[in-house]
């Protein structure tokens, strides 16, 4: 089975304090740590291990600049075949629609049987797989949260409302949105990622992918962001700081104060 992985390179959270600029229209950026996004990372583990039980290749994919290059050396520290780099100046300020483009576009290039993206990435849109499904007019499921193969179909489990689940057949190819939890991605440590330090990547522009120049880009955005805010404190709401141990320990006298606790 050869399966494409399309990830992204994000600003890590749990390494960074983040702050919005003095514009108030993007984070601060400078200095940041970045990292795969989480979603996408259960998507190549997944990935990974439908290739041991059925076969295949496993493909990852991002677009994006030089610096993006590290997500991917680090996927094939996880053990993916070939990992791709779509990097071009007329890709800048590509909306969702716009990264499905340019995704789509690629997929064309070779016969992918499943292709998998996170359920969402750091701006929470949760778009960019449902368009590419669209566009290559192949079927969709969302919220995956478990895969089975069986006579070259797919028997997907989804999280539905309600901590339910539900359960459908669908045919290759199609395109799966991975739920965080399907598994647990492997341990990557430096010295795997060394090993790969030298494997090449191929990097790809818009001409080497046919991707009409008028499809992508900021001109072609159809949606913009306009600005970022931290929603003000709700009424009696209140900011413990301190270590985790100390704001656990106030959390507990506050609600043993209010009744919670009895």
């Known amino acids: 089975m050869e ?3 399309c990830v992204r390179r994000v600003p890590d959270t749990s390494e960074n304090e983040i702050e919005l600029n003095a514009a108030g229209n993007d984070i601060e950026r400078e200095e940041l740590v970045y990292s795969v996004n989480e979603a996408d990372n259960y998507a190549v583990e997944e990935a990974l291990q439908i290739r041991d039980r059925v076969g295949g290749n496993v493909t990852v994919v991002t677009v994006g600049g030089e610096d993006d290059e590290e997500v991917l050396r680090r996927e094939l520290a996880m053990g993916v075949n070939q990992a791709v780099l779509l990097s071009d100046e007329d890709f800048s300020g590509s909306d969702g629609r716009g990264i499905a483009t340019i995704l789509k576009d690629f997929a064309h290039k070779s016969r992918y049987d499943l292709i998998l993206t996170g359920v969402q990435a750091d701006d929470g849109a949760a778009q960019v797989g449902g368009m590419l499904a669209a566009m290559l007019d192949y079927p969709f499921a969302s919220l995956v949260n478990s895969i089975t193969v069986e006579d070259g179909r797919l028997k997907v489990s989804r999280e539905i409302e309600g901590g339910n689940r539900e359960i459908n057949e669908i045919d290759l190819p199609c395109v799966l949105s991975i739920q965080t939890g399907i598994n647990e991605p492997r341990y990557v440590g430096m010295r795997g990622i060394r090993q790969v330090a030298s494997v090449p990547i191929p990097t790809l522009g818009a001409s080497d992918l046919g991707v009409e120049k008028d499809s992508v ?18 009424k009696g709401a209140e900011m413990l700081h301190g270590s985790r141990e100390e704001n656990a320990h106030t959390v507990l006298e506050l609600v043993a104060a209010r009744g919670g606790l009895k």
Request: glycine fraction near 10%; hydrophobic fraction near 55%.
């Open 3 to 5: 399966i494409l992985v």
């Open 217 to 234: 880009g900021e001109a072609a955005a159809k949606v913009r962001r306009v600005g970022y805010f931290v929603p003000a404190l709700s």
